[in-house]
T-cell receptor, first 111, second 112 residues
Framework: GQNIDQPTEMTATEGAIVQINCTYQTSGFNGLFWYQQHAGEAPTFLSYNVLDGLEEKGRFSSFLSRSKGYSYLLLKELQMKDSASYLCAVRAWQAGTALIFGKGTTLSVSS | SQTIHQWPATLVQPVGSPLSLECTVEGTSNPNLYWYRQAAGRGLQLLFYSVGIGQISSEVPQNLSASRPQDRQFILSSKKLLLSDSGFYLC???????????FGEGSRLTVL
C-alpha cells in the first residue's frame, strides 16, 4: 500500500514564503500531485512532478526527490486567499490511474 | 472544454435509507472516473475507479457500490446507509495514464 505524510497545520503571514513538506512510501511510483482545497469546495490541481527536480508555476513551485520519497510545495508572496488545505497525492502503478491522497495541510495566512 | 457535474449537492438521509449520487462528464470520451469520500479529519479516500463502461475497481470494502452505465456517467449507490457514510463525496475524471484528476463540485451527505 501507500503511506503519505504531511503536517496537519501551518501558519504564515501575508507576503511570506511557506514550504509544505510531503513524504511518501509506495511501490511503483508514477507521479506526485499537489492540490489546493478551500473549505467546503472541491480540490483544484496545482502541480505535477514525475521526475526529480523543481517545477515552477507562478507563485507556486513543487519539488520532488524520488530517491528520498519526498516532495514540497513552495508558496511565495503569500496572500490571504492562499488560506486553504493543500493535499499531496501519489499515483502508483498498482492503483491504476487513481491518486492516493494524504490527509492534507491546512494553511492559515494572517495579515 | 470538459466539464464535470455531480448531484445532488446536499442531502440528508436517515440511517437505513438508500443512496444514489450521479456524476456526468462532458466534452471528452472514455474518461477514467473516480469516487472519493472526504470525512472529517480523514482526508480524501478513494472508493471506486473505472477505466471503461462496466469496469469498476473497488478500493475499500463497504456498503457502497458504483456503476458506469454509460461512457461518461458514474453512479454511487447504497441500499442501506450507515451513520459512518456521512461525508463529502467527490466525483473526478482524468484522461490517459498520466493526467491529473479534475473534481466535480461535491455532494455533502449527512446520515442521521
Amino acid at each position: 500500500g501507500q503511506n503519505i505524510d504531511q503536517p496537519t497545520e501551518m501558519t504564515a503571514t501575508e507576503g511570506a514564503i511557506v514550504q509544505i513538506n510531503c513524504t511518501y512510501q509506495t511501490s511503483g511510483f508514477n507521479g506526485l500531485f499537489w492540490y489546493q482545497q478551500h473549505a467546503g469546495e472541491a480540490p483544484t490541481f496545482l502541480s505535477y512532478n514525475v521526475l526529480d527536480g523543481l517545477e515552477e508555476k507562478g507563485r507556486f513551485s513543487s519539488f520532488l526527490s524520488r530517491s528520498k520519497g519526498y516532495s514540497y510545495l513552495l508558496l511565495k508572496e503569500l496572500q490571504m486567499k492562499d488560506s486553504a488545505s493543500y493535499l499531496c497525492a501519489v499515483r502508483a502503478w498498482q492503483a491504476g490511474t487513481a491518486l492516493i491522497f494524504g490527509k492534507g495541510t491546512t494553511l492559515s495566512v494572517s495579515s | 472544454s470538459q466539464t464535470i457535474h455531480q448531484w445532488p449537492a446536499t442531502l440528508v438521509q436517515p440511517v437505513g435509507s438508500p443512496l444514489s449520487l450521479e456524476c456526468t462528464v462532458e466534452g471528452t470520451s472514455n474518461p477514467n472516473l473516480y469516487w472519493y469520500r472526504q470525512a472529517a479529519g480523514r482526508g480524501l479516500q478513494l472508493l471506486f475507479y473505472s477505466v471503461g463502461i462496466g469496469q469498476i475497481s473497488s478500493e475499500v470494502p463497504q456498503n457502497l457500490s458504483a456503476s458506469r452505465p454509460q461512457d461518461r456517467q458514474f453512479i454511487l449507490s447504497s441500499k442501506k446507509l450507515l451513520l459512518s457514510d456521512s461525508g463529502f463525496y467527490l466525483c473526478a475524471w482524468s484522461q490517459g495514464n498520466t493526467g491529473e484528476l479534475f473534481f466535480g463540485e461535491g455532494s455533502r451527505l449527512t446520515v442521521l
